[in-house]
């Protein structure tokens, strides 16, 4: 293997007047003037005359105009009869690529429009977090080695002449701007690999003869990929710093970071790297870790994006308030909506997120709008269960690479209902007793975060003790694989609301 010419010198010299005007943004002006921008870009699209986009002058004629909307109200009015050639739909020119996405919990499949303006947005916010990472690191080389992004093929399938979808990872990795591909993993003929267990097979051995300096992923990916790793050097201790001796930055998204902290801290031991959340969702780039792990994430606030925030309590409501970063409170359990420079209005992504800082805004991501599991009126949300979980795995001393959690429905009149808890652990499953310690802590950390479900379990008259269904490491692999969502972008559902998804998962799980 060469040795790389070190370009992180030029890389600083593009981070310092980045952070620089960063830092100089005033939030509510700055994100006010990005909608401006939008607006009159899109002025002349079917949406936009629709929705009279040349007399909007101001955020709240903008809501005045728009209404909130979701991914079946674009796609049934304004991208279905076009599709897949969106030509000045929702925005101007021809939507050229499409990120593919299915629902973890309704498995319905979504195209999210994803326009040149939209890819560009992307690359200048992965080079911000970068900056970031430089700030903190100032001593970093880490472009004196290989970056590695582990996500779905670049082989995008064609929906039409010129233009294609496929998985928001691969779109991403087929539109690496040619300087970065120079110290880029993996190369071409192997980022095309669909099957997930074969691109793996072939990506581990040949990283270990690359200088890998940064890797990004999905977690639970990622702790695939590092057992296939530990495979190829089975004398080696089951620490990065082994394998990529000169790693030093580690990326995810896509889940909650809680209950892999503890696992991503042990692979780590060791070495010198760092981990970097970013909050990226098929509609764009939403946030990233500007600082420590756990301290919220900043959203970006100049790159195409304009946000506002509803608040999770009245989203449901006939006239739902929208907030704009003028009006957001910390502390507050929102769900976020987009306008975007890919056409999207407005759009709830179905995400929640809350505030912890204002100036500048930090938001940490709690969940999803369709996560809730409150099949007997306990209200618990996405957040409170992860941290429950997490919770309950460090009261055992264990790790939790995965989970699934559902309802459990009385089975005839005078019985109670529960919830049953599919964890995989990162070792063996523990023995019974540590198994019921587990969900004795569990339940108390559940009722101690959330006064519904307290009132629930309160002597055990509303809602049964939570039952706990251990499976050996690789079981939701291997359950994901048999869905055919092995990989990529694809999520092992944390609450599962559908009787029918929740029972396949028993079924496999062997649970009773």
């Not at 304009?306 to 009245?314: A, I, L, S």
């Not at 996560?371 to 055992?396: M, P």
């Given at each position: 293997m060469l040795d790389m010419f070190d370009t992180t010198p030029l890389l600083r010299l593009y981070a310092g007047g980045r952070l620089r005007a960063i830092d100089a943004l005033e939030p509510v002006r700055a994100q006010a003037h990005?909608?401006?921008?939008?607006?009159?870009?899109?002025?002349?699209?079917?949406?936009?005359?629709?929705?009279?986009?040349?007399?909007?002058?101001?955020?709240?004629?903008?809501?005045?105009?728009?209404?909130?909307?979701?991914?079946?109200?674009?796609?049934?009015?304004?991208?279905?009869?076009?599709?897949?050639?969106?030509?000045?739909?929702?925005?101007?020119?021809?939507?050229?690529?499409?990120?593919?996405?299915?629902?973890?919990?309704?498995?319905?499949?979504k195209h999210i429009p994803c326009s040149h303006e939209m890819i560009r947005a992307d690359r200048r916010a992965a080079l911000d977090l970068l900056a970031y990472h430089l700030a903190a690191r100032p001593d970093s080389r880490l472009l004196g080695g290989c970056n590695f992004m582990l996500g779905g093929s670049t082989d995008l399938v064609e929906l039409a002449p010129g233009v294609h979808g496929g998985d928001l990872s691969g779109i991403i990795a087929k539109n690496i701007p040619w300087w970065a591909r120079l110290r880029y993993y993996p190369p071409r003929h192997l980022e095309t690999i669909a099957d997930w267990q074969e691109k793996i097979a072939k990506l581990a051995p040949g990283s270990l003869e690359r200088d890998i300096r940064a890797i990004s992923g999905m977690p639970s990916w990622l702790l695939v990929f590092f057992d296939k790793l530990a495979e190829l050097r089975p004398g080696a201790e089951r620490r990065l710093v082994d394998f990529y001796p000169n790693l030093e930055l580690l990326i995810h998204g896509g889940v909650n970071w809680a209950p892999y902290r503890k696992t991503f801290?042990?692979?780590?031991?060791?070495?010198?790297?760092?981990?970097?959340?970013?909050?990226?969702?098929?509609e764009g780039l939403i946030a990233l870790a500007d600082r420590g792990d756990g301290e919220g994430l900043r959203l970006v606030l100049?790159?195409?994006?304009?946000?506002?925030?509803?608040?999770?309590?009245?989203?449901?409501?006939?006239?739902?308030?929208?907030?704009?970063?003028?009006?957001?409170?910390?502390?507050?359990?929102?769900?976020?909506?987009?306008?975007?420079?890919?056409?999207?209005?407005?759009?709830?992504?179905?995400?929640?997120?809350?505030?912890?800082?204002?100036?500048?805004?930090?938001?940490?991501?709690?969940?999803?709008?369709?996560?809730?599991?409150?099949?007997?009126?306990?209200?618990?949300?996405?957040?409170?269960?992860?941290?429950?979980?997490?919770?309950?795995?460090?009261?055992?001393?264990?790790?939790?690479?995965?989970?699934?959690?559902?309802?459990?429905?009385?089975?005839?009149?005078?019985?109670?209902?529960?919830?049953?808890?599919?964890?995989e652990f990162a070792q063996a499953p523990p023995e019974a007793a540590r198994l019921e310690t587990f969900a004795r802590v569990l339940d108390r950390a559940l009722s101690a975060t959330n006064e519904d479900y307290a009132a629930h379990r309160a002597g055990g008259y509303g809602l049964n003790a939570p039952r706990v269904h251990a499976v050996a490491p690789g079981r939701f692999a291997a359950w994901m694989k048999a869905r055919d969502q092995l990989g990529g972008q694809h999520k092992v559902p944390r609450i599962v609301n559908d009787p029918a998804l929740f029972q396949s998962l028993r079924d496999f799980m062997g649970c009773t």
């Open positions: 990005e909608l401006l921008q939008l607006l009159g870009k899109a002025r002349d699209t079917r949406f936009g005359r629709d929705h009279d986009f040349a007399a909007v002058g101001s955020v709240e004629d903008f809501q005045r105009r728009v209404p909130l909307g979701r991914y079946e109200d674009f796609w049934e009015a304004y991208w279905k009869p076009a599709f897949p050639l969106l030509d000045d739909c929702t925005w101007p020119g021809r939507i050229p690529t499409f990120a593919v996405t299915s629902g973890t919990t309704s498995g319905v499949t801290a042990k692979l780590l031991e060791g070495g010198h790297a760092e981990t970097r959340e970013v909050y990226a969702a098929s100049d790159n195409g994006l304009f946000f506002e925030f509803v608040p999770v309590d009245e989203l449901d409501s006939p006239d739902p308030t929208r907030h704009w970063l003028a009006t957001v409170e910390t502390g507050v359990n929102y769900a976020i909506a987009l306008s975007t420079c890919a056409g999207l209005w407005a759009y709830l992504v179905g995400d929640t997120v809350a505030f912890v800082d204002l100036d500048p805004p930090r938001i940490l991501v709690t969940g999803r709008t369709s996560y809730t599991l409150s099949a007997f009126g306990e209200h618990l949300i996405a957040a409170e269960i992860e941290e429950s979980v997490s919770a309950a795995a460090d009261a055992i001393g264990a790790s939790v690479t995965d989970y699934s959690v559902g309802p459990l429905f009385p089975g005839k009149e005078g019985e109670l209902g529960g919830h049953l808890y599919v964890v």
